[in-house]
């Protein structure tokens, strides 16, 4: 079975580079759970969470999904910086595991 064939079944469409293992296809509510569980696993990006995920064009790994802004209730300015930073190591992750179905 084509690649294509395997993704318009919900299958996996893409290998990753770092490992070769195939990426695997999530909804977009899919993923945003998995991001927003992946988040509050860490102490220091709990709470945040993301505006929504937008499908981009595959990158130079394969993914084709990204988040560009988190949120959170409370105002600490003094510490979004370091949340955004952990964030985006997190988020980065899943985007190596995961793409857009």
């Known amino acids: 079975m084509r690649t294509s064939q395997r993704a ?57 999904w990204d988040i560009s802004h988190l949120h959170r209730d409370r105002k600490d300015a003094d510490v979004r910086e370091v949340a955004s930073t952990a964030a985006a190591g997190i988020i980065n992750e899943l985007r190596g595991r995961y793409n857009l179905r």
């Open 8 to 64: 318009a079944r919900g299958g996996t469409a893409h290998m990753t580079m770092e490992t070769g293992m195939p990426r695997e296809l999530k909804t977009e509510q899919e993923l945003l759970e998995l991001v927003v569980k992946a988040l509050d696993a860490d102490p220091v990006t709990a709470g945040w969470i993301p505006t929504g995920l937008h499908e981009t064009v595959e990158d130079e790994d394969g993914c084709n």
